[in-house]
């Protein structure tokens, strides 16, 4: 559904998510990410969306296809699904 980039540091993990174009509003990227750090809260072992020094966690990004969204998690170490 959307394009995940795994970055690396010398000493850390996160994954940029880049949201499909016109597949959600900020408003539905935004709850669900709630939804992410309320389970994380809560103790359940979930990739977690990291804020900016504005304290948002999701970001427009002009690509050429139009207006995607763009946020940073935590990395969740583990085996990906099949």
């Known amino acids: ?3 995940n980039y795994l970055l690396e540091t010398a000493d ?6 880049v949201y499909r174009q016109a597949w959600r ?6 709850f669900e990410l709630a939804l992410l750090t ?3 809260r809560k103790g359940v072992p979930v990739g977690y969306p990291l ?3 504005d304290g948002a966690s999701v970001y427009p990004l002009e690509a050429p296809e ?3 969204f763009v946020s940073l998690f935590a990395y969740a170490p ?3 699904p099949g």
């Open 25 to 30: 509003t900020r408003d539905d990227i935004e």
């Open 51 to 53: 804020e900016g020094r």
């Open 38 to 40: 309320h389970l994380r």
């Open 78 to 80: 583990g085996v990906a």
């Open 1 to 3: 559904m959307h394009d």
């Open 12 to 17: 850390r993990k996160y994954i940029l998510r």
């Open 66 to 68: 139009g207006q995607r």
